[in-house]
């Protein structure tokens, strides 16, 4: 400082004046103030309060135009006042008061939390310094309170919350009825009351804010500079109320206070985009209570003219951006306008990017985001938006403090996206998270918060689908217990009562299944009554109440036999029915809902007529299934099915039928490969497909049981492998669109689901019009089928607990050939495979870990006694006896007595060594996975090109593997490739698999049960995987010699898991295979390939895939002439063409 007087910075503004004349009166002002303080001295008593006036300028300046360096230089002229004002006096309160202000409006612009806790720091000081009967007392306490909530926003410590109350409550108490300032230090009670109200939930605090509220708008006069914020703040808390206790008066006052507000405020006045996006929060409520499609087009012009009104590069734009993204998303829910949400998710976007991280509003932005990357996922299937939705609420989680008010609703919402990732998925862990979120949330939020009944309903729905998936019943309890917490705290009048009173109905009557208590079943019905209720005539949801209300009745009409209850079922049905459009996806439940009320009617009083309601109902149901849901029409196809088995035997193959219609589009590839996973387990349909084609047979219809059994082996069999040659033969845009098209349909977001569903349906015919996609996702018919038997007879095994049977494909007959094998009973065959499970230990045969062994051959208690050999002789005899031999006699009686002979044995059958039961050289035997393999296999034409032999020998983990190696080396002179040792890595395995045609592998084998993909070869170093094995080009695939251990057993108890490895070649492109059904023994691999090959290339000529089976039989048949035990040669199989 200057001996002359005091310093003013260089860093300020520039002046706006020019030649001489000042422009702005308040640069002039600062102009003068900085001439007062070079012309005053240092140590004067009057400096402080010149440095004092020159902060204040710049502060009067920067709240007009908004120019950061002018809160800048407030600050540094303030500081200077304060530094040089001694600690002893009085007026020292003065500079720190201004200070501190300084300090909150930067915080404000920057978020900086530095500037937050010197605020903090010197408004404590300044009151510190001001006497309790200091008329400046009051402004100092609403500047403390200032900073206390500033402080609770952004760290969220109630203690903060507390003391702005207690400091606005003091300063309202010292200030007169009469005082000017008293509206402002009611405005900031009422701020104070309203920020604890949203913490706390306690409806005292937000009573008390409007009336504050209301007081300080009444002492305003309408000129006032202040009166549109207040007004704008009474909307507000009258929004606030009317979310709590639902009075539409509240909501009517709230639009017109903040319209009020937006007409006192000039168009270029800074705040009124802050009282425009205020107005669109109420217009917003307004249209959730009333659904006036003029509020929300209210809610969208509102915020963007709010964000007109916002430059770019003014650092509360992202706020506004995001409202108006908020309003677009609310407006496409009705509209399904995609444009809406595609700008929705483009412009929160933007201010998430506009927003550093660490920036205390970055997590409300990420959260918003979500919820818009949500809304899409769910209308298009997109998994990258579902994706998007998780990982942006992750971040929104994470950059909000444990304390945070924000916090609930973060946790709430990605809770949200973690249970809707579990539907798509069947991940465990992402419900188990979903439940954690949403359980956090609950506990952060007070009982008497009117967010806590929304969260306690996100609970109960997670612990539902927790009780579904595990089948834990304390969580069914805790489910009921919390739908019924949520009930009692939703207000009667709240728009959501309905849905959550429906949900708490379905968990009591998945607990009265449970319990059979009829107390639940009569709270099943109170409460799905109350809803149907409460929800007006023309509301979308009504019909789907009145079917659920539908289901209660029946449910007690079958628990205490009222016929009323189920005539009162029928007509709420018929309700429902009548309330559903033709093209609505819920059309169907109302449609099966009524079949079943029907046959329960006709089971009661044997009214024939009722028998043609159901019949009639169910085909109803399939009239236009194009837009219902696959899952849905599946089960519903079934009941139909059963239905028919009993009264309309002629519909039986018609409804099986059209259940396995579904099938594929159930299955899809574009669906998770997990669900996909857990819907085969889910809906058993091993087990249907074995009770559908039992029962086609049985009634003579042989091409449908062949049909549907082929349908359920070959969907499924995709499924373990995750094939999908359909899909990868469709174009990127076809997948696409399909996929968008079905979620779409399938979700019920469709706004009109039979425009949809016509654009599904006429992509699907383009699509069916491809070579080769003549039937995507339909099932191959009969007349396709049958060509596998052109090289031979194709003999289908197909067990049942009703009995099992046989069928034959030949190339001679147009129709399949029944087998009865009426003396085989399921048990049977769980016999034989228990003793060939014993027999493989007996052997010391290498298989499988205990638990897979189990789970293919059972336990081994009840096995004969008896010498291996005998009881392996009693196994084949008992399997020719019982299979082969009425298959012979069959084959024989159309003159098949030799020649090449294909096995698909489905369920029990599979594993049994069919091909070994005497006589073993009447027929080459082969086996195939499904039809559809085989037919493939067949319509591979042959490799032109000379034929390469790729060989791999492993040694390590099986003997004999180098003389195997040397005794083909020794057959084939040209086109040999041989990887031995720490040659046979997985990547040159690879290459060999994509270069030679021809392929010999000897090396250990191990299957995977649980992910068949998984299942590898044991390598140099490593293993190759299934997995990578089908996704590889291999175009000249040909023939591949599986020596290695497990490379073909089968699992009974999937009906799609026949043949892993072997099953896993063909379906990468392999024509033909061979491989073994146990581990073969190490000194028989050199004989067998020595044998095998020596007929291939006899004569020096190329090798033949459709002599594999011929060359495997005359190995075999050498191995029998050297009398080895029957562990040996049995397991040796061929698969394919």
């Not at 806590?452 to 805790?478: I, M, W």
């Not at 009921?480 to 309905?498: I, K």
């Not at 949900?503 to 099943?524: G, T």
């Not at 709420?572 to 079949?595: D, I, M, V, W």
Request: hydrophobic fraction near 35%; proline fraction near 5%; include cysteine.
């Amino acid at each position: 400082m200057s001996k002359q007087g005091g310093t003013v910075s260089s860093d300020e503004p520039e002046s706006t004046s020019g030649s001489g004349i000042t422009a702005d009166p308040i640069a002039a002002k600062i102009k003068q103030i900085q001439q007062l303080i070079k012309q005053t001295p240092s140590g004067h008593l009057d400096l402080p309060k010149h440095f004092q006036a020159l902060g204040n300028a710049y502060a009067e300046r920067y709240r007009k135009a908004a120019d950061l360096r002018d809160i800048q230089m407030a600050i540094l002229y303030h500081q200077r006042a304060v530094t040089i004002t001694p600690t002893d006096l009085p007026t020292r309160a003065d500079p720190l008061e201004d200070l501190g202000w300084a300090f909150g409006a930067r915080y404000q612009r920057l978020k900086n939390l530095e500037d937050l806790e010197a605020a903090m720091l010197n408004n404590l000081e300044a009151v510190k310094f001001t006497p309790a009967n200091d008329p400046d007392r009051p402004r100092r306490l609403h500047t403390l309170a200032l900073s206390f909530r500033d402080q609770y926003r952004r760290l969220g410590a109630v203690k903060d919350l507390e003391a702005a109350v207690k400091n606005d409550i003091e300063a309202v108490n010292l200030t007169a009825m009469r005082n000017p300032n008293r509206p402002r230090l009611l405005e900031g009670l009422s701020a104070s009351y309203s920020l604890r109200y949203q913490r706390l939930g306690t409806l005292k605090d937000l009573e008390s804010a409007l009336q504050n509220m209301q007081e300080a708008v009444e002492l305003t006069p309408t000129s006032h500079p202040h009166k549109a914020h207040r007004l704008r703040s009474l909307g507000i808390c009258l929004k606030d109320r009317f979310r709590r206790l639902g009075y539409l008066q509240d909501i009517e006052d709230a639009v017109q206070k903040g319209l009020e507000a937006v007409d006192l405020t000039p168009v270029d006045h800074h705040e009124r985009p802050r009282y425009l996006q205020s107005l669109g929060d109420s217009f917003t409520a307004r249209y959730e209570r009333l659904g006036s499609l003029t509020d929300l087009d209210a809610v969208v012009q509102s915020n963007q003219e709010a964000i007109n009104l916002v430059p770019a590069g003014r650092p509360d734009r992202p706020k506004y951006l995001v409202d108006l993204g908020a309003s677009l998303t609310h407006r496409y829910q009705q509209s399904k306008d995609l444009k809406d949400l595609e700008t929705a998710i483009k412009i929160k976007q933007e201010a998430v990017d506009l927003t550093p991280v660490g920036h205390p509003d970055r997590a409300r932005y990420l959260q918003s985001l979500s919820v818009s990357f949500m809304i899409q996922y769910r209308g298009f299937g997109n998994l990258m938006d579902l994706e998007a939705a998780v990982q942006n609420n992750l971040e929104a989680v994470k950059a909000t403090p444990a304390n945070h008010p924000a916090r609930a609703r973060c946790l709430q919402t990605l809770a949200g996206c973690l249970r809707t990732r579990y539907q798509r998925f069947g991940d465990l862990k992402d419900l188990e998270a979903a439940l954690q979120r949403v359980q956090q949330a609950v506990k952060l939020t007070p009982a008497s918060h009117p967010d806590k009944p929304e969260y306690l309903h996100s609970l109960a729905l997670s612990l539902q689908d927790r009780y579904e998936r595990v089948g834990n019943l304390t969580d069914l309890e805790s489910a009921v217990q919390t739908h019924q917490e949520t009930a009692t705290l939703t207000p009667e009048d709240d728009p959501n009562r309905p849905q959550r009173l429906q949900h708490h109905a379905v968990a009591l009557l998945d607990r009265y299944k449970q319990s059979k208590d009829l107390k639940d079943l009569e709270a099943v019905m109170k409460n799905f009554q109350q809803a149907v209720d409460l929800t007006r005539e023309d509301h979308p949801d009504r019909a789907e109440l009145l079917q659920r209300l539908a289901v209660a009745f029946r449910a007690r009409y079958m628990r205490l036999g009222d016929l009323k209850d189920l005539e009162t079922g029928i007509q709420k049905s018929l309700q429902a029915l009548n309330l559903t459009p033709s093209g609505n996806p819920n059309r169907l439940t109302h449609l099966q809902g009524l079949a079943a009320s029907y046959f329960y009617r006709y089971q009661r009083l044997k009214d024939k007529s009722d028998l043609e309601h159901v019949h009639n109902y169910y085909s109803a149901c399939f009239a236009a299934s194009a837009w219902n849901d696959p899952e849905s029409c599946w089960k519903t196809a079934l009941e139909w099915s059963s239905f028919s088995e009993q009264f309309r035997p002629s519909m039986v193959p018609t409804a099986y039928s059209t259940a396995f219609r579904f099938l594929p589009e159930i299955l899809w590839m574009g669906n998770a490969i997990s669900v996909r996973h857990d819907a085969i387990l889910r809906l058993d349909i091993g087990r249907i497909t074995s009770t559908a084609t039992r029962s086609c047979i049985r009634l003579g219809q042989l091409k449908s049981a062949v049909e549907i059994l082929e349908q359920g082996l070959g969907t499924t069999f995709q499924q373990m492998l995750q094939l999908k040659p359909d899909v990868d033969k469709l174009s990127p845009q076809q997948a696409a669109d399909l996929q968008r098209l079905s979620s779409e349909l399938y979700s019920g977001a469709a706004a009109n689901p039979k425009e949809v569903a016509t654009k599904r349906q006429d992509l699907l015919d383009n699509i069916r019009k491809q070579p080769g996609l003549e039937h995507f996702l339909l099932p191959n018919p009969y007349a396709s089928l049958c060509q596998t038997a052109q090289r031979g007879p194709v003999v289908i095994l197909n067990s049942h607990v009703n009995g099992c049977d046989g069928i034959i494909i030949i190339s001679t007959t147009p129709e399949p050939i029944h087998v009865s094998l009426a003396s085989i009973k399921i048990k049977d065959l769980e016999s034989q495979r228990k003793m060939l499970k014993e027999l493989l230990g007996r052997c010391n045969v290498r298989n499988r870990d205990r638990t897979d062994a189990i789970r293919l051959f059972g336990q081994q208690e009840g096995v004969k006694s008896g010498t291996t050999k005998e009881c392996f002789e009693e196994l084949l005899t008992w399997l020719w006896e019982n299979v082969v031999n009425p298959v012979y006699e069959v084959l024989t009686s159309h003159n098949i007595c030799s020649g090449r002979l294909w096995w698909l044995p489905t369920g029990e059958f599979t594993g049994l060594p069919l091909h070994a039961s005497p006589p073993t050289d009447q027929f080459i035997h082969s086996y195939t996975a499904t039809l559809g393999s085989l037919l493939d296999t067949q319509h591979k034409k042959s490799s032109s090109t000379p034929s390469k032999l790729g060989v791999v020998g492993v040694e390590i983990t099986m003997n004999g593997v180098k003389q195997e190696v040397q005794k083909i080396c020794s057959i084939v002179k040209n086109g040999l490739q041989c990887l031995e040792g720490e040659n046979a890595t997985t990547d040159a395995v690879k290459l060999q698999l994509q270069d030679c045609p021809w392929i010999h592998l000897a090396c250990h084998g191990t299957q995977n049960l649980v992910k068949p993909t998984k299942s590898c070869l044991s390598l140099y170093g490593g293993s190759l995987e299934l997995e990578t094995i089908l996704q590889m080009s291999l175009s000249n695939a040909q023939f591949v010699f599986l020596a290695a251990c497990q490379t073909a057993m089968g699992d009974a108890e999937l009906v799609n898991e026949s043949f892993h490895l072997g099953g896993g070649f063909i379906a990468a492109g392999f024509r033909s295979a061979v491989g073994t059904l146990w581990s073969m023994n190490d000194q028989d691999g050199p004989l067998v390939a020595e044998i095998f090959y020596a007929y291939l290339f006899r004569d020096g000529r190329q090798p033949k895939v459709d002599e594999t089976a011929k060359a495997l039989q005359m190995a075999v048949q050498e191995l029998r002439a050297r009398n080895v035990p029957y562990e040996r040669w049995i397991p040796f199989i061929h698969m394919g063409v």
